[in-house]
């Protein structure tokens, strides 16, 4: 259910708003997200420190989405 959430927002920041990508983070230790991350079809570009609002560093996956990618991998049956 959440991965057809994040698609739709996804597709609104491409296809409305016409990002060319996004980039999203998430904690090491959320692995859902991870997991919703990998389904929507980010890639991993690297691991950073983060400092959050509450002043501890966690460890920050980042990733990134290309609308050009998005989209191959999202055409309709009959147009591949």
Known sequence: MIPEAVKAVIRY????????????GHFDW????????EKCGFKYIKN???ETMYGTVEDSV???LYR???VQRNLPENDT
């Open 68 to 70: 050009f990618d998005f």
């Open 48 to 50: 950073r420190p983060f």
């Open 62 to 64: 980042e990733s990134i």
């Open 30 to 37: 959320n692995k859902q997200s991870a997991r919703v991350i």
């Open 13 to 24: 920041l491409f296809y409305t708003v016409k990002l060319d990508f996004i980039l999203v």
